[in-house]
């Protein structure tokens, strides 16, 4: 059998929890099957790089760059058994394979373009284009993973014509060999973070998704003894960056122990910066898993974060952190709860770190990438027998 897995990222060049999943799944996939890895961008080890630079296509709308690099893709897989999207940035590759090589597709739901409006912003008339995307090979799929049961629930509500029964819940696992509690602090000495305070850390992009902005408000509320460490990407849009950089200069004006790191460090610094936090704090308006707090969990360190989407279904609250409601239309209470979550673990440093054990254990035994394999090929074989 030999699946060919889509994808927009890939090893070295990942930015999102979709880009960590297929790193981790492709791995454990290999030791049962043949893989080939169809990507965008550079050429790269491990991969077959489809190139979104197309001269022709100069100055045109992002989501056009995409397409025609599905279409390179489509070309590309006419040898595969079943192909396995992720993402709408791949998913028409997926859905134009299953029409012209008579091939099953199977989709990872890891967001769903219905849920995000705010794209909009981003991509402009591109994401009618993603979403249509989305839309028609979700719709026409021989299989959709979701990674959580509210995603599955998410699927189910944005496109009620799938079928429930092609839905299966197969979650994002972690590699706790690699995410496990780091004693070195040769990352925190040189970002200077004072390892004599607390301190509480987010990792992810600065999109509305994350909530970013709601971080930063509740910044203004925590104990002063609190440090904030930012591992956080660029902002998504001018306005979105206008706007954090106006809620750190705030921030940084009303105490100290502010850090922002823009650049994308590697994981073992990564790793390095959630072993030492106090909590890591994960203020997702929308988020279907949340990779990013199973890799803090496996470092030992407790979560603060929002009761949304699948995170829940990660975080057991007051066993492996704090889950906070999201209200939409009440964002200043989020925000103070945010602060309360995270300023009652400074109050109680022992309720912590018995937050960190217990998230590491649950890490280590109920999110392994090695079952998350198991399940995927099975889901594979069930459907190239049933055909």
């Known amino acids: 059998m030999t699946i060919a897995v889509l994808t927009r990222e890939y090893p070295p060049h990942i930015y999102g929890g979709g880009g960590v999943h297929v ?9 049962l099957l043949d893989v080939d890895v169809h990507c965008m961008g550079e050429p790269r080890a491990g991969a077959t790089a489809h190139s979104e630079d197309d001269p022709r296509l100069l100055g045109a709308n992002a989501a056009l760059r995409v397409l025609s690099t599905d279409l390179t893709m489509t070309a590309g897989v006419g040898n595969s058994d079943l192909v396995h999207s992720h993402t709408w940035y791949a998913n028409m590759a997926g859905h134009w394979a299953k029409l012209l090589h008579d091939i099953p597709h199977v ?6 373009e219905p849920r995000r409006p705010w794209k909009a912003e981003q991509l402009g008339g591109g994401y009618r284009l993603s979403s249509w995307a989305e839309s028609t090979a979700y719709e026409a799929a021989d299989a959709v993973i979701a990674v959580s049961n509210g995603m599955r629930d998410d699927v189910l509500d944005c496109y009620p014509t799938v079928d429930p029964a092609k839905v299966h819940v197969i979650s994002n696992g972690i590699d706790a060999d690699f995410y496990h509690p780091d004693p070195a602090t040769h990352v925190l000495d040189r970002l200077g ?40 990407g660029a902002a998504d849009t001018p306005e979105l960056k206008t706007e954090t950089d106006a809620l750190i200069d705030e921030l ?3 105490r100290d122990g502010v850090f922002v790191v823009s650049d994308m460090l590697p994981r073992e610094d990564v790793r390095q910066v959630l072993t030492h936090a106090l909590a890591f704090c994960c203020p997702s308006i929308y988020e279907p898993l949340g990779i990013v707090n199973l890799e803090a969990m496996a470092c030992q360190t407790a979560v603060v974060a929002s009761a949304v989407g699948g995170i829940p279904e990660v975080v057991h609250d007051g066993l492996t952190g704090t889950l906070v409601r999201y209200d939409q239309n009440d964002p200043a209470t989020f925000e103070t709860q945010l602060a309360n979550g995270i300023n009652d673990l400074v109050a109680n440093p022992a309720k912590a770190a018995a937050m960190g054990k217990a998230g590491r254990e649950r ?19 069930q459907l190239l027998t049933s055909r």
């Open 107 to 112: 989709v990872t739901a890891h967001s769903l």
């Open 363 to 381: 890490a280590v035994t109920q999110f392994g990438w090695k079952d998350v394999a198991g399940r995927t090929v099975a889901l594979y074989r």
């Open 193 to 232: 973070v004072d390892l004599n305070r607390p301190y509480v850390t987010f990792v992810g992009r600065i999109t509305r998704q994350k909530g970013v902005p709601h971080l930063l408000r509740a910044g203004l509320q925590l104990d002063p003894s609190v440090q904030l460490v930012l591992l956080a």
């Open 252 to 254: 940084k004006a009303a």
């Open 23 to 31: 790193d981790f799944l492709v791995r454990e996939l290999r030791r």
